[in-house]
């Protein structure tokens, strides 16, 4: 079945450091990719998406490419700040189904000032 | 706009109790979702009511989870009895229709805490 597969965490960076996420997936047919983040106390926020191939999601100087040859969608950031500390999740919706969203495990992120 | 909202954040209860969580969609949102993550894990996918019908429940663990959506506006997820098993955090999403009938960007609630003992 489809599935989604995410670095292990906790990622732990100095302030500026760059950020790398990696994320691949498998699922048949052309699936929407999606990062969602988890900020401490609040709910899961859409971060970025693409839904076709070659297609890059951006927002708040975060950025991911939806690679269909290597079947990825990693998470990159230039430079880290301390309020960029959350659970990021990768995740991709199944074309077919056009419903449900299937989740990678997540990735704990901490930024040191 | 308010966002999705859940009700209670956090739930205590000891093994055999009954436990209701409930969801308020974004005014208007179709579609509505349930999902929970528990031990730290991946979150998976529940069910998915479109209206107040079930359009997909094949990620309902077993017959002690109730989920309803009367009248296609708030939802509740009922675990009769719960066990320890269920702890996790219980989130609820909505969307819009898309294109071609297609859900859109699903949108998160805050997640409900259950904690069984």
């Known amino acids: 079945g489809n599935s989604v597969t995410q670095m292990e965490g906790p990622v732990t960076l100095s302030e500026e450091a760059f950020l790398t996420i990696n994320c691949t997936y498998t699922a048949t047919g052309y699936p929407s990719l999606f990062w969602y983040v988890q900020y401490p106390g609040e709910g899961l926020q859409l971060l970025l998406k693409?839904?076709?191939?070659?297609d890059k999601g951006s927002n708040k100087g975060f950025e991911a490419t939806y690679r269909k040859e290597t079947t990825s969608f990693h998470l990159e950031k230039g430079s880290v700040q301390v309020s960029d500390s959350a659970v990021y999740f990768c995740a991709l919706r199944e074309y077919s189904s056009a419903s449900k969203i299937i989740f990678g495990s997540g990735t704990r992120l901490s930024i040191r000032p | 706009e308010a966002g999705v909202t859940q009700f209670p954040s956090h739930s205590v209860i000891e093994k055999g109790q009954t436990v209701t969580l409930r969801c308020d969609p974004i005014?208007?949102?179709?579609?509505l979702y349930w999902y929970r993550r528990v031990m730290g894990k991946e979150i998976k996918f529940l069910l998915h009511?479109?209206?107040?019908?079930?359009?997909?429940e094949s990620g309902m663990p077993n017959n002690r989870f109730l989920a309803e959506r009367t009248g296609g506006t708030y939802s509740t997820l009922k675990v009769q009895p719960a066990e320890l098993e269920d702890s996790g955090v219980y989130f609820c999403a909505s969307s819009q229709p898309g294109l071609a009938g297609g859900a859109d960007t699903q949108y998160f609630g805050p997640g409900t805490r259950l904690t069984v003992l």
């Open positions: 005014s208007g949102h179709d579609n």
């Open positions: 009511f479109v209206k107040e019908s079930k359009q997909d």
């Open positions: 693409a839904t076709k191939a070659d």
